[in-house]
């Protein structure tokens, strides 16, 4: 069963990553996104990092004509929970 909180969490994170690692663009976080890693078999939370990492690659890669912070908003975070602090 998922953990909802932990979910929303990872999700956060690889945002926050792909937006601090890219150039800022839809195109270039769903680049960053893409090329990370899938957890491995031991990882902790695996299936919230799994899920979290699968719906911002999608979300990302469905809407890249949209702006960032509607795909944000589409996914259920707020961009100043992203924001580089």
């Not at 792909?18 to 695996?46: C, V, Y």
């Not at 690659?57 to 707020?78: C, D, M, Y």
């Amino acid at each position: 069963m998922l953990d909802h909180k932990l979910y929303k969490r990872y999700l956060t994170e690889y945002l926050r990553d792909g937006i601090a690692n890219s150039d800022g663009t839809n195109a270039g976080i769903i680049e960053w996104l893409m090329q990370q890693k899938e957890p491995g078999r031991f990882a902790s939370h695996r299936n919230e990092r799994i899920r979290a990492l699968s719906d911002a690659r999608a979300a990302f890669n469905e809407h890249r004509q949209w702006p960032t912070e509607i795909v944000l908003s589409f996914i259920g975070v707020k961009p100043d929970e992203v924001q580089s602090k």
